[in-house]
């Protein structure tokens, strides 16, 4: 069982920049993915990235260039530090767990647990 709760959502101008976090807790983190996706107002849930449990990195095509995934094993927390906001970044971003192996692509049908969400809404 992994319990994940997001913070660090909030109102943010475009062009700036933005950090989540995610307090991970419960079984051997080691032998999860813990990553982030988001959810756009009408849009599917999409992945962004993730850092396996062997602190493998990879970022899905929105995250790319502009995110940046970090994990500290000790404290038991998943961060995303997002840059360059747009306005298109607006939506819920979700933390999530899969299992290391279980999957080929960061999708929302292979994640396992979720957490609650929190907002990033990007205007001027």
């Known amino acids: 069982q992994v319990q994940l709760v997001e913070s660090g959502g909030g109102l943010v101008q475009p062009g700036g920049s933005l950090s989540l976090s995610c307090a991970v807790s419960?079984?051997?983190?080691?032998?999860?993915?813990i990553g982030w996706f988001r959810q756009a107002p009408g849009k599917e849930r999409e992945g962004l990235s993730y850092?396996?449990?062997?602190?493998?990195?990879w970022y899905e095509d929105p995250g790319k260039g502009r995110f940046t995934i970090a994990r500290d094993n000790a404290k038991k927390m998943v961060y995303l530090q997002m840059y360059r906001l747009k306005l298109e970044d607006t939506g819920i971003y979700y933390c999530?767990?899969?299992?290391?192996?279980?999957?080929?692509?960061?999708?929302?049908?292979?994640?396992?647990?979720w957490g609650q969400g929190t907002p990033v809404t990007v205007s001027s």
């Open positions: 999530a767990a899969a299992r290391d192996g279980g999957f080929s692509r960061w999708a929302a049908n292979v994640i396992e647990y």
């Open positions: 850092v396996s449990g062997t602190d493998g990195y």
């Open positions: 419960g079984s051997t983190l080691n032998s999860y993915s």
